[in-house]
Protein backbone atom coordinates (compact mmCIF):
# COMPACT_ATOMS: atom_id res chain seq x y z
CA UNK A 1 0.00 0.00 0.00
CA UNK A 2 1.36 3.28 -1.36
CA UNK A 3 -0.63 5.27 0.74
CA UNK A 4 0.32 4.71 4.03
CA UNK A 5 -1.77 5.51 7.02
CA UNK A 6 0.21 5.79 10.48
CA UNK A 7 -1.35 6.05 13.83
CA UNK A 8 0.24 6.19 17.00
CA UNK A 9 -0.76 6.38 20.60
CA UNK A 10 1.33 6.26 23.88
CA UNK A 11 0.20 6.16 27.62
CA UNK A 12 2.96 6.46 30.29
CA UNK A 13 3.78 8.11 33.45
CA UNK A 14 5.22 11.58 32.79
CA UNK A 15 6.17 14.56 34.31
CA UNK A 16 3.71 17.72 34.45
CA UNK A 17 3.93 18.91 30.94
CA UNK A 18 4.10 18.06 27.17
CA UNK A 19 5.48 20.20 24.36
CA UNK A 20 5.03 19.19 20.68
CA UNK A 21 8.07 17.58 18.86
CA UNK A 22 9.01 19.38 15.93
CA UNK A 23 11.78 18.61 13.06
CA UNK A 24 14.02 22.15 13.15
CA UNK A 25 12.93 23.64 16.31
CA UNK A 26 12.40 23.02 20.41
CA UNK A 27 10.24 23.59 23.02
CA UNK A 28 10.36 25.29 26.62
CA UNK A 29 7.71 24.32 29.03
CA UNK A 30 7.00 24.10 32.71
CA UNK A 31 4.64 25.13 36.04
CA UNK A 32 4.65 27.57 37.67
CA UNK A 33 3.83 27.23 41.25
CA UNK A 34 3.74 29.32 44.69
CA UNK A 35 5.86 28.43 47.88
CA UNK A 36 3.16 26.37 48.74
CA UNK A 37 3.22 24.24 45.24
CA UNK A 38 -0.19 25.28 44.05
CA UNK A 39 -0.46 26.47 40.71
CA UNK A 40 -0.44 30.51 39.76
CA UNK A 41 -2.66 30.22 36.68
CA UNK A 42 -2.04 34.14 34.19
CA UNK A 43 1.85 33.95 35.34
CA UNK A 44 3.51 36.23 32.45
CA UNK A 45 6.39 33.76 31.21
CA UNK A 46 9.55 35.17 29.01
CA UNK A 47 12.31 33.60 27.49
CA UNK A 48 14.97 35.02 25.83
CA UNK A 49 17.86 33.13 23.69
CA UNK A 50 21.11 35.52 24.69
CA UNK A 51 23.14 34.73 21.53
CA UNK A 52 20.61 36.55 19.51
CA UNK A 53 18.25 38.51 21.97
CA UNK A 54 15.49 36.40 20.30
CA UNK A 55 12.43 36.52 22.22
CA UNK A 56 9.18 34.37 23.35
CA UNK A 57 6.70 34.97 25.84
CA UNK A 58 3.71 32.96 27.08
CA UNK A 59 1.46 32.62 29.76
CA UNK A 60 0.28 30.04 32.02
CA UNK A 61 -3.07 28.58 31.87
CA UNK A 62 -5.90 27.27 34.72
CA UNK A 63 -3.55 24.46 35.49
CA UNK A 64 -0.45 26.62 36.30
CA UNK A 65 1.57 24.86 32.66
CA UNK A 66 2.73 27.20 29.51
CA UNK A 67 4.02 25.63 26.89
CA UNK A 68 6.09 28.17 24.49
CA UNK A 69 7.18 25.35 21.28
CA UNK A 70 8.79 26.70 17.73
CA UNK A 71 12.60 28.44 19.87
CA UNK A 72 15.70 28.24 18.70
CA UNK A 73 17.70 24.88 19.27
CA UNK A 74 20.54 25.51 21.59
CA UNK A 75 21.39 28.71 23.93
CA UNK A 76 21.81 29.87 26.62
CA UNK A 77 18.34 30.85 27.21
CA UNK A 78 17.45 33.32 30.41
CA UNK A 79 13.87 32.76 31.53
CA UNK A 80 11.57 34.78 33.74
CA UNK A 81 8.27 34.12 35.06
CA UNK A 82 6.42 37.26 37.28
CA UNK A 83 2.89 37.55 38.61
CA UNK A 84 1.98 40.59 40.53
CA UNK A 85 2.34 40.17 43.94
CA UNK A 86 4.57 37.63 43.30
CA UNK A 87 8.98 37.91 43.17
CA UNK A 88 10.53 37.60 39.52
CA UNK A 89 12.16 34.22 38.98
CA UNK A 90 14.59 33.85 36.72
CA UNK A 91 16.79 31.09 35.26
CA UNK A 92 19.99 30.98 33.57
CA UNK A 93 21.93 28.60 31.12
CA UNK A 94 19.21 26.92 30.05
CA UNK A 95 19.82 25.09 26.88
CA UNK A 96 17.02 23.25 24.23
CA UNK A 97 18.33 20.58 22.08
CA UNK A 98 16.40 19.32 18.71
CA UNK A 99 13.50 18.33 19.05
CA UNK A 100 13.15 18.54 22.66
CA UNK A 101 10.72 19.48 25.16
CA UNK A 102 12.82 21.57 28.17
CA UNK A 103 11.00 21.41 31.43
CA UNK A 104 11.69 24.86 33.26
CA UNK A 105 9.26 24.85 36.05
CA UNK A 106 9.02 28.05 38.44
CA UNK A 107 8.46 28.12 42.34
CA UNK A 108 7.63 31.92 42.95
CA UNK A 109 7.77 34.09 46.37
CA UNK A 110 5.00 36.15 47.60
CA UNK A 111 6.59 39.79 46.71
CA UNK A 112 8.40 41.73 50.35
CA UNK A 113 10.08 43.58 48.68
CA UNK A 114 10.95 44.20 45.03
CA UNK A 115 13.31 41.24 43.99
CA UNK A 116 14.28 39.07 41.40
CA UNK A 117 15.20 35.42 42.60
CA UNK A 118 17.75 34.34 39.99
CA UNK A 119 18.34 30.40 39.28
CA UNK A 120 21.59 28.91 37.14
CA UNK A 121 20.06 25.73 35.31
CA UNK A 122 21.33 22.18 35.89
CA UNK A 123 21.34 20.27 32.42
CA UNK A 124 18.60 18.22 31.71
CA UNK A 125 19.78 14.80 31.40
CA UNK A 126 16.34 12.90 29.79
CA UNK A 127 13.45 14.32 27.87
CA UNK A 128 11.29 12.96 29.82
CA UNK A 129 8.53 14.51 27.86
CA UNK A 130 10.01 12.67 24.59
CA UNK A 131 7.67 9.98 23.30
CA UNK A 132 9.69 7.35 21.11
CA UNK A 133 13.53 6.11 21.04
CA UNK A 134 15.74 8.92 19.75
CA UNK A 135 19.08 10.54 20.64
CA UNK A 136 20.67 13.92 20.30
CA UNK A 137 24.45 14.76 19.18
CA UNK A 138 24.81 18.34 20.70
CA UNK A 139 27.23 20.84 19.11
CA UNK A 140 29.78 20.34 22.21
CA UNK A 141 29.54 16.52 21.22
CA UNK A 142 30.92 17.08 17.28
CA UNK A 143 33.61 19.45 18.21
CA UNK A 144 34.82 17.09 20.77
CA UNK A 145 34.45 13.49 19.24
CA UNK A 146 36.76 12.37 16.49
CA UNK A 147 36.28 12.18 12.60
CA UNK A 148 38.01 10.77 9.88
CA UNK A 149 35.81 11.29 7.54
CA UNK A 150 34.11 15.07 8.81
CA UNK A 151 30.47 13.34 7.92
CA UNK A 152 27.48 13.01 9.41
CA UNK A 153 27.91 9.64 9.73
CA UNK A 154 30.80 9.61 12.41
CA UNK A 155 28.28 10.92 15.25
CA UNK A 156 25.69 8.71 13.64
CA UNK A 157 27.46 5.84 15.78
CA UNK A 158 26.82 7.46 19.03
CA UNK A 159 23.89 5.78 19.19
CA UNK A 160 23.62 1.49 18.99
CA UNK A 161 20.60 1.69 17.41
CA UNK A 162 22.79 2.90 14.34
CA UNK A 163 25.26 0.37 12.25
CA UNK A 164 27.74 2.51 9.95
CA UNK A 165 29.93 0.62 7.21
CA UNK A 166 30.42 0.42 3.64
CA UNK A 167 29.06 -0.65 0.43
CA UNK A 168 30.79 -3.99 -1.26
CA UNK A 169 30.51 -1.74 -4.49
CA UNK A 170 32.75 1.35 -4.29
CA UNK A 171 33.55 1.52 -0.66
CA UNK A 172 31.06 4.06 0.04
CA UNK A 173 29.61 4.84 3.69
CA UNK A 174 26.27 3.60 4.51
CA UNK A 175 24.22 3.24 7.67
CA UNK A 176 21.52 0.80 8.73
CA UNK A 177 19.52 1.65 11.41
CA UNK A 178 17.74 -0.52 13.90
CA UNK A 179 18.70 -3.77 11.40
CA UNK A 180 16.54 -1.90 8.32
CA UNK A 181 18.20 -1.72 4.79
CA UNK A 182 20.01 1.95 4.11
CA UNK A 183 17.22 2.33 1.59
CA UNK A 184 14.44 2.97 3.92
CA UNK A 185 16.24 5.85 5.64
CA UNK A 186 15.40 9.46 5.93
CA UNK A 187 17.72 12.45 5.94
CA UNK A 188 16.47 16.18 7.07
CA UNK A 189 18.66 19.17 7.27
CA UNK A 190 17.16 22.49 8.58
CA UNK A 191 13.26 20.48 7.68
CA UNK A 192 14.20 19.86 3.39
CA UNK A 193 14.30 15.76 2.86
CA UNK A 194 17.54 15.47 1.98
CA UNK A 195 17.55 11.63 0.32
CA UNK A 196 18.98 10.32 -2.64
CA UNK A 197 15.39 10.10 -4.44
CA UNK A 198 16.73 8.12 -7.15
CA UNK A 199 18.57 4.98 -5.05
CA UNK A 200 22.08 5.66 -6.61
CA UNK A 201 23.85 5.81 -4.30
CA UNK A 202 24.34 3.95 -1.10
CA UNK A 203 25.05 6.71 1.20
CA UNK A 204 21.21 7.72 0.66
CA UNK A 205 22.01 11.47 0.14
CA UNK A 206 22.52 13.65 -2.44
CA UNK A 207 26.09 13.64 -4.04
CA UNK A 208 26.96 10.52 -2.74
CA UNK A 209 27.67 8.72 -5.36
CA UNK A 210 30.97 11.20 -5.39
CA UNK A 211 31.72 10.41 -1.87
CA UNK A 212 30.84 14.44 -0.94
CA UNK A 213 28.67 14.92 2.35
CA UNK A 214 25.27 16.79 1.89
CA UNK A 215 26.52 19.47 4.17
CA UNK A 216 29.74 20.53 5.71
CA UNK A 217 30.59 19.40 9.42
CA UNK A 218 31.75 22.80 10.33
CA UNK A 219 28.22 23.92 9.60
CA UNK A 220 26.03 22.12 11.36
CA UNK A 221 24.88 22.81 14.71
CA UNK A 222 23.01 19.70 16.37
CA UNK A 223 22.11 16.26 14.88
CA UNK A 224 19.08 14.40 16.16
CA UNK A 225 18.72 10.66 15.37
CA UNK A 226 15.82 9.24 14.82
CA UNK A 227 15.14 5.21 15.44
CA UNK A 228 10.69 5.16 16.45
CA UNK A 229 9.54 8.68 17.52
CA UNK A 230 6.17 9.25 17.99
CA UNK A 231 5.36 12.35 16.42
CA UNK A 232 2.88 12.54 13.32
CA UNK A 233 5.15 15.35 12.17
CA UNK A 234 8.20 13.10 11.31
CA UNK A 235 7.47 10.59 8.31
CA UNK A 236 9.13 9.36 5.26
CA UNK A 237 10.76 6.06 6.39
CA UNK A 238 10.46 2.96 7.89
CA UNK A 239 14.05 2.25 8.78
CA UNK A 240 15.08 5.80 10.97
CA UNK A 241 15.60 8.95 10.54
CA UNK A 242 18.42 11.92 10.88
CA UNK A 243 17.60 15.09 11.56
CA UNK A 244 20.48 17.94 11.78
CA UNK A 245 20.31 21.54 11.71
CA UNK A 246 22.53 24.61 10.67
CA UNK A 247 24.26 26.89 12.57
CA UNK A 248 23.29 30.58 12.89
CA UNK A 249 24.56 33.88 13.56
CA UNK A 250 24.88 35.83 17.14
CA UNK A 251 25.23 39.14 18.17
CA UNK A 252 28.96 38.53 18.58
CA UNK A 253 31.35 37.73 15.48
CA UNK A 254 32.79 34.21 15.63
CA UNK A 255 34.65 32.08 13.23
CA UNK A 256 36.22 29.07 12.43
CA UNK A 257 39.27 27.85 10.15
CA UNK A 258 40.85 24.61 9.51
CA UNK A 259 43.30 22.26 7.48
CA UNK A 260 43.23 18.37 7.16
CA UNK A 261 45.58 16.35 5.22
CA UNK A 262 47.43 13.50 4.56
CA UNK A 263 49.75 11.91 1.80
CA UNK A 264 51.63 8.75 0.97
CA UNK A 265 54.55 10.03 2.77
CA UNK A 266 53.01 8.81 5.95
CA UNK A 267 52.95 5.52 5.05
CA UNK A 268 55.66 3.11 4.73
CA UNK A 269 56.71 0.85 1.36
CA UNK A 270 54.55 -2.24 1.48
CA UNK A 271 57.35 -5.48 2.68
CA UNK A 272 57.69 -7.79 -0.25
CA UNK A 273 56.50 -11.63 0.38
CA UNK A 274 59.22 -13.78 0.63
CA UNK A 275 58.94 -16.99 -1.79
CA UNK A 276 61.10 -19.71 -1.97
CA UNK A 277 61.40 -18.54 -5.77
CA UNK A 278 62.51 -14.65 -4.43
CA UNK A 279 63.78 -15.17 -1.15
CA UNK A 280 65.02 -11.36 -0.83
CA UNK A 281 61.71 -9.67 -2.62
CA UNK A 282 61.67 -5.56 -2.69
CA UNK A 283 59.60 -3.44 -0.94
CA UNK A 284 56.43 -1.94 -3.16
CA UNK A 285 55.67 1.88 -2.56
CA UNK A 286 52.82 3.06 -2.17
CA UNK A 287 51.21 5.34 -5.16
CA UNK A 288 51.34 9.12 -4.60
CA UNK A 289 47.87 9.87 -3.02
CA UNK A 290 46.29 12.81 -1.27
CA UNK A 291 44.41 13.72 0.78
CA UNK A 292 43.12 17.31 1.80
CA UNK A 293 40.15 19.31 3.46
CA UNK A 294 40.07 23.01 4.00
CA UNK A 295 37.82 26.14 5.04
CA UNK A 296 36.39 28.62 7.00
CA UNK A 297 33.23 29.66 8.63
CA UNK A 298 32.33 33.42 9.95
CA UNK A 299 28.92 34.23 11.81
CA UNK A 300 27.65 37.39 12.92
CA UNK A 301 25.20 40.39 13.22
CA UNK A 302 23.71 42.70 10.48
CA UNK A 303 21.82 44.27 12.90
CA UNK A 304 22.18 43.45 16.33
CA UNK A 305 19.19 41.72 18.24
CA UNK A 306 17.05 41.79 14.59
CA UNK A 307 19.37 40.44 11.41
CA UNK A 308 22.36 37.74 11.61
CA UNK A 309 24.27 35.38 9.06
CA UNK A 310 26.40 32.51 9.12
CA UNK A 311 28.47 31.49 6.07
CA UNK A 312 30.71 28.16 5.47
CA UNK A 313 33.02 27.50 2.75
CA UNK A 314 34.32 23.94 2.49
CA UNK A 315 37.36 22.18 -0.10
CA UNK A 316 38.31 18.75 -0.59
CA UNK A 317 40.88 17.29 -2.48
CA UNK A 318 41.35 13.50 -2.84
CA UNK A 319 43.99 11.70 -4.95
CA UNK A 320 43.70 7.95 -3.87
CA UNK A 321 45.94 5.04 -6.14
CA UNK A 322 44.11 2.34 -8.16
CA UNK A 323 46.57 0.01 -5.86
CA UNK A 324 48.02 -1.64 -9.60
CA UNK A 325 50.27 -0.54 -12.63
CA UNK A 326 51.85 -2.46 -15.66
CA UNK A 327 55.23 -0.68 -15.81
CA UNK A 328 55.85 -1.26 -12.14
CA UNK A 329 56.79 2.02 -10.83
CA UNK A 330 53.80 2.19 -8.03
CA UNK A 331 51.49 -0.67 -6.49
CA UNK A 332 51.35 -4.11 -7.67
CA UNK A 333 52.05 -5.07 -11.02
CA UNK A 334 49.01 -6.61 -12.80
CA UNK A 335 49.24 -10.24 -14.25
CA UNK A 336 51.50 -10.14 -17.34
CA UNK A 337 52.28 -6.92 -18.62
CA UNK A 338 53.26 -7.75 -22.09
CA UNK A 339 50.05 -9.26 -23.12
CA UNK A 340 48.52 -6.25 -22.32
CA UNK A 341 51.16 -3.88 -23.84
CA UNK A 342 50.72 -5.73 -27.35
CA UNK A 343 46.36 -5.00 -26.72
CA UNK A 344 47.57 -1.83 -26.31
CA UNK A 345 49.60 -1.27 -29.45
CA UNK A 346 47.13 -3.01 -31.48
CA UNK A 347 44.89 0.20 -30.53
CA UNK A 348 47.08 2.77 -31.18
CA UNK A 349 48.38 1.75 -34.52
CA UNK A 350 45.27 0.23 -35.53
CA UNK A 351 42.36 2.14 -34.27
CA UNK A 352 44.04 5.15 -33.38
CA UNK A 353 43.02 5.18 -30.21
CA UNK A 354 45.62 6.07 -26.78
CA UNK A 355 43.56 4.42 -23.64
CA UNK A 356 46.00 5.80 -21.54
CA UNK A 357 49.33 5.54 -20.30
CA UNK A 358 51.14 1.97 -18.44
CA UNK A 359 51.53 3.56 -14.83
CA UNK A 360 49.18 3.41 -11.84
CA UNK A 361 46.29 4.87 -11.92
CA UNK A 362 45.56 7.69 -9.36
CA UNK A 363 41.68 8.37 -8.88
CA UNK A 364 40.93 12.00 -8.11
CA UNK A 365 37.94 12.97 -5.32
CA UNK A 366 37.27 16.23 -4.94
CA UNK A 367 34.53 18.57 -3.37
CA UNK A 368 33.30 22.47 -3.19
CA UNK A 369 30.79 23.17 -0.16
CA UNK A 370 29.17 26.68 0.17
CA UNK A 371 26.87 27.28 3.24
CA UNK A 372 25.46 30.76 3.93
CA UNK A 373 22.08 31.54 6.27
CA UNK A 374 20.36 34.59 7.50
CA UNK A 375 17.87 34.98 10.32
CA UNK A 376 15.75 37.82 10.88
CA UNK A 377 13.74 38.54 13.95
CA UNK A 378 10.72 40.53 12.03
CA UNK A 379 8.92 40.98 15.23
CA UNK A 380 8.31 39.43 18.71
CA UNK A 381 5.99 37.03 17.42
CA UNK A 382 7.52 36.14 13.57
CA UNK A 383 10.90 34.80 13.18
CA UNK A 384 12.53 34.10 9.42
CA UNK A 385 15.47 32.33 8.34
CA UNK A 386 16.80 31.38 4.86
CA UNK A 387 19.40 29.50 3.97
CA UNK A 388 21.41 28.43 0.69
CA UNK A 389 24.15 24.95 0.26
CA UNK A 390 25.33 24.25 -2.97
CA UNK A 391 27.32 21.23 -3.43
CA UNK A 392 29.98 20.20 -6.40
CA UNK A 393 31.48 16.93 -5.80
CA UNK A 394 33.46 15.04 -8.74
CA UNK A 395 34.76 11.27 -8.40
CA UNK A 396 36.43 9.00 -10.81
CA UNK A 397 35.44 5.80 -10.51
CA UNK A 398 36.49 2.06 -10.73
CA UNK A 399 38.27 -1.08 -9.26
CA UNK A 400 40.71 -3.26 -10.65
CA UNK A 401 40.91 -6.98 -9.69
CA UNK A 402 42.82 -9.66 -9.73
CA UNK A 403 41.89 -10.96 -12.85
CA UNK A 404 40.70 -8.03 -14.86
CA UNK A 405 42.62 -4.50 -15.66
CA UNK A 406 41.14 -1.05 -16.33
CA UNK A 407 43.02 0.78 -18.58
CA UNK A 408 42.78 4.97 -17.55
CA UNK A 409 39.81 5.86 -19.70
CA UNK A 410 37.48 2.68 -18.69
CA UNK A 411 37.53 4.84 -15.29
CA UNK A 412 34.24 6.98 -15.18
CA UNK A 413 33.81 10.18 -13.84
CA UNK A 414 30.75 11.24 -11.85
CA UNK A 415 30.16 15.14 -11.15
CA UNK A 416 26.88 16.03 -9.21
CA UNK A 417 26.07 19.47 -8.78
CA UNK A 418 23.13 19.72 -5.47
CA UNK A 419 21.61 23.17 -4.66
CA UNK A 420 19.53 23.64 -1.47
CA UNK A 421 17.78 26.01 -0.67
CA UNK A 422 15.61 26.67 2.83
CA UNK A 423 12.97 29.19 3.99
CA UNK A 424 10.79 28.84 7.22
CA UNK A 425 9.28 31.34 9.04
CA UNK A 426 8.48 30.73 12.25
CA UNK A 427 4.84 32.79 13.85
CA UNK A 428 3.03 32.87 17.44
CA UNK A 429 -0.43 34.31 18.13
CA UNK A 430 -1.14 34.27 21.49
CA UNK A 431 -1.92 30.46 21.85
CA UNK A 432 -0.99 29.49 18.31
CA UNK A 433 2.14 28.79 16.42
CA UNK A 434 3.05 28.43 13.10
CA UNK A 435 5.60 26.78 11.52
CA UNK A 436 5.92 26.96 7.46
CA UNK A 437 8.74 25.88 5.41
CA UNK A 438 9.48 25.65 1.58
CA UNK A 439 12.48 24.06 -0.01
CA UNK A 440 14.06 23.62 -3.55
CA UNK A 441 16.39 21.33 -4.48
CA UNK A 442 18.00 21.26 -7.74
CA UNK A 443 20.54 18.33 -8.58
CA UNK A 444 22.39 17.60 -11.69
CA UNK A 445 24.39 14.52 -11.92
CA UNK A 446 26.48 13.36 -14.96
CA UNK A 447 28.46 10.65 -15.57
CA UNK A 448 30.73 9.84 -18.72
CA UNK A 449 34.16 10.26 -20.45
CA UNK A 450 37.14 11.31 -18.27
CA UNK A 451 37.96 14.73 -19.57
CA UNK A 452 41.41 14.34 -22.30
CA UNK A 453 39.99 10.61 -23.67
CA UNK A 454 37.79 10.42 -26.69
CA UNK A 455 34.42 8.77 -27.04
CA UNK A 456 35.10 4.86 -27.23
CA UNK A 457 33.17 1.92 -27.26
CA UNK A 458 33.85 -0.46 -24.26
CA UNK A 459 36.33 -3.20 -24.82
CA UNK A 460 37.19 -6.16 -23.60
CA UNK A 461 39.83 -8.38 -24.69
CA UNK A 462 40.73 -12.14 -23.40
CA UNK A 463 44.74 -12.82 -22.75
CA UNK A 464 46.09 -15.96 -22.94
CA UNK A 465 46.48 -16.43 -19.19
CA UNK A 466 42.82 -16.45 -18.38
CA UNK A 467 42.95 -12.49 -17.47
CA UNK A 468 40.99 -10.01 -19.45
CA UNK A 469 41.48 -6.22 -19.75
CA UNK A 470 39.35 -3.12 -20.44
CA UNK A 471 39.21 -0.32 -22.74
CA UNK A 472 37.33 2.82 -23.74
CA UNK A 473 34.20 4.30 -22.26
CA UNK A 474 32.98 2.08 -19.38
CA UNK A 475 29.65 0.71 -20.22
CA UNK A 476 27.05 2.17 -18.53
CA UNK A 477 29.21 5.72 -18.67
CA UNK A 478 28.22 5.98 -22.63
CA UNK A 479 24.64 8.26 -21.73
CA UNK A 480 23.86 8.62 -18.35
CA UNK A 481 22.27 11.67 -16.92
CA UNK A 482 20.07 12.43 -14.32
CA UNK A 483 18.52 15.99 -13.03
CA UNK A 484 16.56 16.32 -10.18
CA UNK A 485 14.03 19.35 -9.01
CA UNK A 486 12.40 18.91 -5.67
CA UNK A 487 9.64 21.46 -4.24
CA UNK A 488 8.81 20.88 -0.58
CA UNK A 489 6.11 22.71 1.17
CA UNK A 490 5.24 22.32 4.68
CA UNK A 491 3.38 23.89 7.51
CA UNK A 492 3.12 22.64 11.15
CA UNK A 493 0.22 24.18 13.51
CA UNK A 494 0.33 24.38 17.13
CA UNK A 495 -2.45 25.07 19.01
CA UNK A 496 -2.49 25.27 23.13
CA UNK A 497 -5.95 24.34 24.79
CA UNK A 498 -5.61 23.60 28.55
CA UNK A 499 -3.90 20.34 28.64
CA UNK A 500 -4.01 19.39 25.30
CA UNK A 501 -0.92 20.56 22.99
CA UNK A 502 -2.88 19.86 19.18
CA UNK A 503 -0.76 19.39 16.22
CA UNK A 504 -1.76 19.74 12.28
CA UNK A 505 -0.17 20.44 9.63
CA UNK A 506 0.61 19.36 5.99
CA UNK A 507 3.82 18.22 4.09
CA UNK A 508 3.72 17.71 0.42
CA UNK A 509 6.42 16.89 -2.33
CA UNK A 510 6.55 17.66 -5.55
CA UNK A 511 9.38 15.97 -7.88
CA UNK A 512 10.70 16.25 -11.40
CA UNK A 513 13.07 13.83 -13.01
CA UNK A 514 14.82 13.77 -16.63
CA UNK A 515 16.84 10.67 -17.14
CA UNK A 516 19.22 9.11 -19.95
CA UNK A 517 20.68 5.78 -18.83
CA UNK A 518 21.58 3.68 -22.08
CA UNK A 519 23.81 1.04 -21.67
CA UNK A 520 26.98 0.67 -24.57
CA UNK A 521 25.71 3.48 -26.60
CA UNK A 522 28.73 3.75 -28.12
CA UNK A 523 28.87 0.33 -28.15
CA UNK A 524 30.48 -2.62 -26.60
CA UNK A 525 32.95 -5.37 -28.03
CA UNK A 526 34.43 -8.30 -26.47
CA UNK A 527 37.50 -10.42 -27.95
CA UNK A 528 38.65 -13.63 -27.68
CA UNK A 529 42.39 -13.01 -28.19
CA UNK A 530 44.62 -10.01 -29.17
CA UNK A 531 44.70 -11.65 -32.66
CA UNK A 532 40.54 -10.95 -33.00
CA UNK A 533 40.74 -7.59 -31.77
CA UNK A 534 43.56 -6.75 -34.51
CA UNK A 535 41.56 -7.75 -37.32
CA UNK A 536 38.07 -6.43 -35.94
CA UNK A 537 36.59 -10.12 -35.44
CA UNK A 538 33.90 -9.86 -32.17
CA UNK A 539 33.08 -12.27 -30.50
CA UNK A 540 29.98 -10.34 -28.78
CA UNK A 541 28.76 -6.63 -29.55
CA UNK A 542 25.97 -4.77 -27.93
CA UNK A 543 24.77 -1.17 -28.96
CA UNK A 544 21.67 0.32 -27.54
CA UNK A 545 19.89 2.99 -28.41
CA UNK A 546 16.51 4.76 -27.86
CA UNK A 547 13.97 3.45 -30.62
CA UNK A 548 12.53 6.92 -31.30
CA UNK A 549 13.19 10.02 -33.09
CA UNK A 550 15.69 10.79 -30.77
CA UNK A 551 18.60 8.00 -30.07
CA UNK A 552 19.01 10.22 -26.60
CA UNK A 553 15.18 10.08 -25.39
CA UNK A 554 15.37 11.03 -21.93
CA UNK A 555 12.63 9.52 -19.37
CA UNK A 556 11.15 12.41 -17.71
CA UNK A 557 8.27 12.44 -15.40
CA UNK A 558 6.68 14.21 -12.02
CA UNK A 559 5.80 13.20 -9.19
CA UNK A 560 3.63 14.15 -6.38
CA UNK A 561 3.79 13.50 -2.04
CA UNK A 562 1.33 14.40 -0.28
CA UNK A 563 0.94 14.29 3.57
CA UNK A 564 -1.87 15.14 6.07
CA UNK A 565 -1.43 15.01 10.12
CA UNK A 566 -3.22 15.80 13.31
CA UNK A 567 -2.07 14.95 16.83
CA UNK A 568 -2.62 15.20 19.81
CA UNK A 569 -0.49 15.65 23.40
CA UNK A 570 -2.89 14.97 26.11
CA UNK A 571 -1.99 15.77 29.99
CA UNK A 572 -4.89 13.43 30.85
CA UNK A 573 -3.29 13.75 35.04
CA UNK A 574 -0.60 15.21 36.35
CA UNK A 575 1.91 12.62 35.77
CA UNK A 576 0.20 11.09 32.81
CA UNK A 577 0.38 12.14 29.12
CA UNK A 578 -1.00 10.11 25.92
CA UNK A 579 0.03 10.58 22.95
CA UNK A 580 -2.08 10.20 19.69
CA UNK A 581 -2.52 11.50 16.11
CA UNK A 582 -3.18 9.98 12.38
CA UNK A 583 -1.01 10.50 9.83
CA UNK A 584 -1.97 9.77 5.65
CA UNK A 585 0.73 10.03 2.93
CA UNK A 586 -0.55 9.62 -0.70
CA UNK A 587 1.54 9.30 -3.92
CA UNK A 588 0.25 10.65 -6.95
CA UNK A 589 1.97 10.49 -10.60
CA UNK A 590 0.60 12.52 -13.29
CA UNK A 591 1.92 11.04 -16.60
CA UNK A 592 0.49 7.82 -17.73
CA UNK A 593 3.24 5.53 -19.00
CA UNK A 594 3.34 4.58 -22.04
CA UNK A 595 1.96 0.86 -22.79
CA UNK A 596 3.69 -1.90 -24.07
CA UNK A 597 1.63 -5.02 -25.17
CA UNK A 598 4.49 -7.42 -25.02
CA UNK A 599 4.71 -7.12 -21.15
CA UNK A 600 1.06 -7.73 -20.49
CA UNK A 601 1.69 -11.15 -23.04
CA UNK A 602 4.92 -12.02 -21.39
CA UNK A 603 4.45 -11.25 -17.76
CA UNK A 604 1.13 -10.09 -16.93
CA UNK A 605 2.13 -6.77 -16.19
CA UNK A 606 0.91 -3.50 -17.72
CA UNK A 607 3.38 -0.65 -18.16
CA UNK A 608 0.77 2.26 -18.45
CA UNK A 609 -0.68 1.70 -14.79
CA UNK A 610 1.12 3.84 -12.03
CA UNK A 611 0.84 3.00 -8.39
CA UNK A 612 -2.41 4.44 -7.03
CA UNK A 613 -3.83 4.95 -3.33
CA UNK A 614 -4.81 1.61 -1.75
CA UNK A 615 -7.37 1.33 1.32
Same mark, same amino acid.
Given at each position: MLGSILACMLAAAMPTSAGAQTVTTGTITGVVMDAAKAVIPGANVIAVHVPTGTTYQSVTQGDGHYTIPAVRVGGPYTIKASMPKFNTQEQNEIMVSLGESRQVDFVLQPAVAAETVTVVAEAQLIDTSRAGTAANVATQVIQDLPTLSRSINDFARTSPYFNTGTDSAGGSDMISIAGRNNRYNNMQIDGAVNNDVFGLASTGTPGGQTGTQPVSLDAIQEIQLLISPYDVRQGGFSGGGINAVTKSGTNDFHGTAYLFGRNQKWIRSIPGIVTPANPT??????????????????????????????????????????????????GQTWGNPSYVTQVLDIAKNTYSFDPGPLSEFTKPNNSNKYFVRGDFNLSSRHQLTVRANYVDGLAYVGTIYNNSYKMPDNF?????????????????????????????? *??? !????? $?? @?? +??FPEVRVDLPDGNYVYLGTEYSSQANRLNQDIVEITDDLTIIRENHTFSFGTHNEFYKFYNV????????? *??? !????? $?? @?? +??????????????????????????????????????????????????????????????????????DVVPALAM
Open positions: PGDTSVGPFSDKQVGFSIGGPIVRDRAFFFTNLDWARKDTPSGYSLDGTSYSIQDKMLSIVGQLNSSFGKIYNEFRITYQ *RER !NERGD $QP @GF +AAFIQNYYGGY *RFS !NAANF $QA @GI +AQSYSHNFSNTSDPLQPAELPVRQFGFYGGDQWRALENFLITYGLRVDIPHFPDKPRSNPLTVEEFGYAT
